[in-house]
């Protein structure tokens, strides 16, 4: 039963819906274009993020929204960790330079940022994965279970299960997510286009009507 689970959760991280690519142009005015993978996992992330469904992800959508969620899973300040995090990533990667310091992010905009130079550098990937380990890591001994890894996949939104997103990014399978296997994951996510089932860290919005 499990196995079967997992399946499909590998199948949709393979093989994507892309219905709502439709409309998604991307014009790179500087060399690289992305995979169509690529671009629908990120497009799936920022639909996440995008709480009202208008197209636009907001500095509040992006930090205060998911602070709020934080507060049912995690105590105070840790709270306030989340806050910082968000608020460093929304003014490193959404809201800058490149977006004209826009305070409302379409896709476009977003994808656009990402693919100029200096925007996206592995250190902070590498800051925002550490620091959010810690954040839900709450009792302190390096390593993930399935109860403080969900903390995280509620403070993203995800709706699929959990324990199959669990076992994607466990990929020694020992019942736990070591800051490798996170990293990994966030890495994963942020970067590689081809399919890879770690990708999947942030969740997904898979029940979502
Ligand atoms: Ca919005
Ligand atoms: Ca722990
Ligand atoms: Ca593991």
């Known amino acids: 039963m499990f196995s079967s689970k997992l399946g499909i959760v590998l199948f949709i991280v393979i093989v994507p819906t892309v219905d709502f690519l439709d409309g998604v142009k991307i014009e ?41 969620r934080a507060k049912h899973v995690l105590p105070s300040w840790r709270v306030k960790a ?58 302190c001994n390096e390593e993930l279970t399935l109860k403080e890894y969900s903390k995280f996949l509620d403070i993203f939104r995800n709706t699929a299960d959990i324990q199959v997103i669990f076992r994607a990014i466990d990929i020694d399978r020992n019942n736990v997510i070591d800051v490798k296997e996170f990293l990994y994951g966030i890495k994963g996510f942020t ?18 009507s």
Do not use: C
Not at 38 to 47: A, M, R
Not at 197 to 206: C, P
């Open 28 to 68: 790179q005015d500087n060399k690289e274009t992305f995979t169509q993978y690529w671009v629908s996992k990120h497009k799936e992330h920022f639909d996440a993020l995008d709480v009202n469904h208008d197209g636009n992800v907001t500095e509040r959508e992006l930090t205060v929204v998911p602070t709020n």
């Open 82 to 139: 989340v806050y910082g995090v968000l608020n460093m990533a929304y003014h490193t990667w959404w809201s800058n330079e490149y977006t004209d310091y826009k305070t409302s992010i379409s896709f476009d905009d977003w994808i656009q940022s990402f693919g100029k130079d200096m925007v996206y550098t592995g250190d902070e990937v590498d800051e925002f994965a550490l620091d959010f380990f810690h954040i839900v890591e709450v009792d």
């Open 191 to 208: 970067y590689d286009e081809a399919p890879d089932s770690a990708a999947y860290i942030f969740g997904s919005r898979d029940k979502e």
